[in-house]
């Protein structure tokens, strides 16, 4: 949950930052606003903490955890090379359609931040009730692989009919 809440944030933060103060105020502003917030979060956690009881467990932890094999981890890498691979070519593939800005990064990035977000407390929920994580793991990839199929396939042939041709918007002033 808490991977899901600083994802969520990350995304929130770089539309924010991308969409409306990067483009009403400048780097300094927006800085100074992230600046802000972390030091108004350190100081609130620091008195928090200041003010807890410290509290032990008593119990131990019903199982341990069991580390993956080496093949998860491969896999795991793999993913996470195809996935952030994917992130950049999305970027250039979207810079060429709505020019090189800071839209088009801040677009992108918050799209994957929100993905991320939403993937990690959806896997986490399907985790649980999984019981073959090798045909979980392989399931998961293939659908990886059509959502990144499916990301480039949009960008190219679905995306640039989205935006309003002159043609229409002359038609539109005519009638």
Do not use: C
Not at 3 to 21: P, Q, R, S
Not at 40 to 49: C, D, N, R
Not at 115 to 144: E, H, N, S, Y
């Amino acid at each position: 949950m808490l991977y899901m809440a600083n994802l969520a944030g990350g995304a929130v933060g770089t539309a924010l930052a991308g969409f409306y103060l990067l483009r009403v105020y400048d780097t300094v502003i927006a800085t100074t606003i992230a600046v802000s917030i972390n030091v108004v979060l350190a100081l609130v956690f620091w008195i928090l903490g200041r003010n807890a009881t410290n509290t032990t467990q008593t119990e131990a932890p019903a199982s341990e955890p069991v580390m993956a094999a080496p093949v998860f981890y491969v896999a795991a890498a793999l993913s996470g090379v195809t996935s952030l691979g994917a992130e950049v070519i999305w970027t250039r593939q979207l810079s060429l359609l709505f020019g090189a800005s800071v839209y088009t990064f801040s677009l992108i990035l918050s799209v994957f931040l929100a993905g991320l977000g939403v993937g990690g407390f959806a896997g986490a929920q399907l985790a649980r009730r999984v019981t073959d994580i090798r045909r979980a793991l392989g399931i998961v990839q293939g659908l990886l692989a059509l959502a990144i199929g499916f990301g480039s396939w949009a960008i190219v042939d679905l995306l640039p009919h989205w935006q309003p041709s002159a043609d229409r918007k002359s038609t539109r002033l005519n009638s």
